[in-house]
């Protein structure tokens, strides 16, 4: 059996501004179970990615271990990718970053991947403000390794043959704003709707930009009493807005009632634009945030779309002041400074 797409494409197929098909943003044939969310999400990332036109080499995919982790493979199969070690993306990512500023970077991970062994390295990466996008494919369980309770289960929440998990649950979303993340969004794997332009979105922020999608585990944690389950996340889920990405050489049109919206514009000028339907969210607020996330979930619902965005978010280039070429471009006359840059350093310490 062979886990390779067959090469052939259609002649007449759509190409983006680039040239490109959606086909050169496909991966290898996934391995996952059928129904599983995490393709879903895949392929979300693949749609965002094409019609953004992305050439495909200017993109790094970085994840940990986990079925999750495991998805690079299936999208964007011309891109760099490394699959690192359990936990890890985030500092693998952080070392890639810092040196190549240039690439877009992907982040994948799962919710044991990053609330249990990866969470010392996650919080890192958000308070940092690494510029990339950050997904965790969130099904409550580790499904790689069959299916026990992840620390983002919900107290009560039942997985296959389980029994009712113990715990109280960590959530990323918030545990993300409580550390200054620049842009928060939490998403379903079967809403591509809603997750496209998130995914755009996260693309052309500047700093750490977070998804959290719930993504059912058709094989562990998709049974009655799982509160990452299909059904029960489409009778919970609550959306706080519509999502709307317009790129910054497409024209902005004005075509929405006064005060039910917000327009927010990104680094590059592109256009995040939300029709809201919740007036208690303040996308630009931090605060508004945390509460909604809270309210929502007294409520035993999952609030979903984009939470909070600081649209002049500093990333760690901006920070720590570092140059703005790649590294390896970098020559001998770039690293030294010259004998008489010395000499006047030196004499200034004596
Ligand atoms: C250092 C280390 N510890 C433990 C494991 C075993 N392990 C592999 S994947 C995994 C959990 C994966 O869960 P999650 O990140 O939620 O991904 P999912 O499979 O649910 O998508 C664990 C504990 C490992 N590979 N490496
Ligand atoms: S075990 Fe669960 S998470 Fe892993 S591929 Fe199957 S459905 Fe997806
Ligand atoms: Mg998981």
Known sequence: MTYLRPNFRHPEAPVNEIGYTRKQYEGALSTLCAGCGHDSISTAIIQAVFEMSIEPHKVAKISGI??????????LGNSHGFNSVHGRMPSVATGANLANREMIYIGVSGDGDTASIGMGQFVHAVRRNINMMYICENNGVYG???????????????????EPNAFEPIDLCAQALQLGATFVARSFSGDKAQLVPLIKAAIAHRGFAFIDVIS??????????STKAYDYVREHVSACGMVDFVPMREEITAHYQPGSNVEVTMHDGSVVRLQK??????????RSALNMIQEYKAQDKVLTGL?????????????????????????????CPGNAMLEKINAAMR
């Open 66 to 75: 986990g079925c999750s982790s495991k998805t690079p493979t299936y999208f």
């Open 144 to 162: 790689l390794t069959k299916g026990q309770d992840s620390a983002t289960a919900d107290i009560g929440s039942k997985s296959k043959k389980g």
């Open 216 to 225: 059912p585990c058709v094989t562990f944690n998709n049974n009655a009493g």
């Open 277 to 286: 339907m919740d007036e208690g969210l303040d996308v630009h607020s931090r």
């Open 307 to 335: 939470l909070y965005i600081d649209q002049d978010s500093r990333d760690l280039h901006d920070v720590i002041r570092t140059t703005d070429k790649p590294l390896r471009t970098l020559k001998a006359a770039d690293l």
